[in-house]
Nanobody, 117 residues
Framework: QVQFVESGGGLVQPGGSLRLSCAASGSIFSIYAMGWYRQAPGAQRELVARMTNGGSTKYADSVKGRFTISRDDAKNTVYLQMNSLKPEDTAVYYC???????????WGQGTQVTVSS
């Protein structure tokens, strides 16, 4: 069972940047697709970015052109570079395998991102 620890969140002004990290307790090399998810208050958790172990990426329309996902399988770490942040990006951010819910790992604590002036 792989566990994830997310970090790098914080309070940032609109237009600012943050880089999130997701450290896995085990190897992620065999995980075909890793994803970054977010959950805003009162909303469902949503997938914002995914990356396969072959390097293919996909982004939610709301973050396309502003967020960049990357993964370092040697370090068992996934990153999310977030630029041009907007107040609507405020949420708790999580990482997990991009799979059907019943096949995902347990969710970590997440990291809070707050975009506010």
């Amino acid at each position: 069972q792989v566990q994830f620890v997310e970090s790098g969140g914080g309070l940032v002004q609109p237009g600012g940047s943050l880089r999130l990290s997701c450290a896995a307790s085990g190897s992620i090399f065999s995980i075909y697709a890793m994803g970054w998810y977010r959950q805003a208050p009162g909303a469902q958790r949503e997938l914002v970015a995914r990356m396969t172990n072959g390097g293919s990426t996909k982004y939610a329309d709301s973050v396309k052109g502003r967020f960049t996902i990357s993964r370092d399988d040697a370090k068992n770490t996934v990153y999310l570079q977030m630029n041009s942040l907007k107040p609507e990006d405020t949420a708790v951010y999580y990482c997990n395998a991009d799979r059907p819910a019943t096949l995902q790992y347990s969710w970590g604590q997440g990291t809070q991102v707050t975009v506010s002036s």
